[in-house]
Each structure stands twice: as C-alpha cells, then as structure tokens.
C-alpha cells in the first residue's frame, strides 16, 4: 500500500482543511479584512460563516491529473468573541465551531459524503499597536485547533483532523487615507501527529506551513466598502509511518467583495474568490463566502 499513500494524503489534505471556512484554505488560516480591528473593552462579537466550495481538478507537480475529480463542500462557523482589557493591552479570547458537509463527485464519487461538526478552534489576539485615530492596529494570535470534530479513520471525508495544531498570525491594519485601508496577515501552523490515519491506522505527520495574506479596502461611505485581496500558502509536506509523500504544496489565490453594516451593530459580508494557482492537490475553482456579524 505505499504507493498508494500520495494520492490518500492529498485527498485528505483537502477534505480535512475544508472544514475551516476563515480557512478555508489548503491548510491555511485566510481572515477576513478588517479581523485585526481592536475594538473597545467589554464589547462582545457573534458571528455566522457560510462557505461554498467548489473544486474541480486534482494536481500532482504541477500537472493537472487526468480524470473527473470533484470535491465540493458547504461549511459553516459559529464564532464568539469577547474584547477584555490586560493590563494595557486589548485582548479578544474567542471560540471557532465549524460544521459543514463534504461530497466527492466524478471519478471520486465512491468516496461519498460526510457531514458533522470540525474540530473546535480557540484563540485570542493580543493587541500590541491600537490607534483608532490614525486607524492603524497590528496584534497577534495562538489559535489552537482541538481534535473534537467527527473523525472516523475508515472514512475518506472527515471534518475532524484527529490532531491538535497550532498557528500563530499576525495581523497589522493600516490606514492610507480617510478610505483606503490596508491589512496584511501572516501567519505559521504546526500540526500534531494523527495516530490513526487510514484504515490500517497509521501515522501522519506535517512539516510546517506559512501563509501571507493581503487585502486593500475601500470606504464608499463609513457602513459600506468594497475590497480586493491575494493570498499565498506554502502548504508543509505529509508523510506516513515516517514515508515521505512528496506532497507539499504552493496555493494561490483572490477574492472580492463587499461588506456592509445594515445596523450600526449589524454586519453582512459576502466574498467571492477561487484559486489562482495549485502545484499539489485540489484547485478550488469557486468559493462563496457570507458572513453575518453582530456586535453587542
């Protein structure tokens, strides 16, 4: 069966990341513009995230892999957030639930569908440059990943990894003028072992992962912007049972959107984007992203 490890990892390199819709990503954490904003002591943050995904070719080096393979999932998120002060410093502890479904279709559709909760993500960000007035903020985050969503190692789909991981962000917020703003994000994941990959049960390690993100938002009025950005990940390469599997990964990507307070408390963000490039694994060639936040 070594030989047939690439192709395993790879699919479930992209169906285990598929259940982290800010992540949705190839194993990368993407933010949203505009997440790195501090906001005042004792305000608290519910959010609702849907995620679209299509994907509809599989890489290997580069080159598109002959055959039908889809993979197409639907993830949402439930995230609270709590602003509190320490010290001098804001700090926002915060709870990531995703929850979603994955379908494999085509040449991949004997691997069928799963649905169920992801694993369980807690963080906080810690503010170390918070100037509302000149609109410019910079913090970082722990975000830690918990192995609490359904896995079963019989199932090619999961929506829990069966692994703890960490990646640590940092986000900087800049404003260029009175409506133009920039946010650049970058952040590293290290991942825990999973011990129970596959049906034999077998051990999956990652090498590290990196990611850079970009976005430029434009203010049409102080409730309504518009925004563009690009992202880059450098996804770590698996192995299994101490196998190399030559399957690390470069992954380019945009999006665009819009984001509005209908309320003054009362967000709807809705973001649409795909990749742009994909040497190893699936290439998403559609993604949706809505978004309704609240402030109370």
Known sequence: MPNTYPFWSSIKAITLSAAIASTSMVQAFDVDAGDYTALPEGTNLLAVYAQFTGRDGLYSNNTQVSGDYSLDSQVGILRGVHYTKIGDYIVDPQFLLPFGKLEAKGDLSGLGDTDGLGDLILGATVWLVNNPQEKEYFGVTPFLFLPTGDYDNQDALNLGENRYKLTMQAGYIKGLSDNVTLDLIGDVTLYGDNDDFGPTSDNLEQELSYQIQAYIRYNISPALDI??????????????????????????????????????????????????????????????NLRLLTLF
């Open 227 to 288: 925004r563009a950005g690009l992202s880059k990940s450098w996804i770590g390469e698996t192995s299994v049972n101490g196998i190399d599997n030559d399957d690390e990964a470069d992954v380019s990507k945009y999006q665009i959107g819009a984001g509005w307070f209908i309320t003054p408390t009362t967000q709807l963000l809705a973001t649409y984007g795909d990749d742009i490039s994909v040497d190893n694994g699936f290439k998403e060639d559609a993604r949706l």
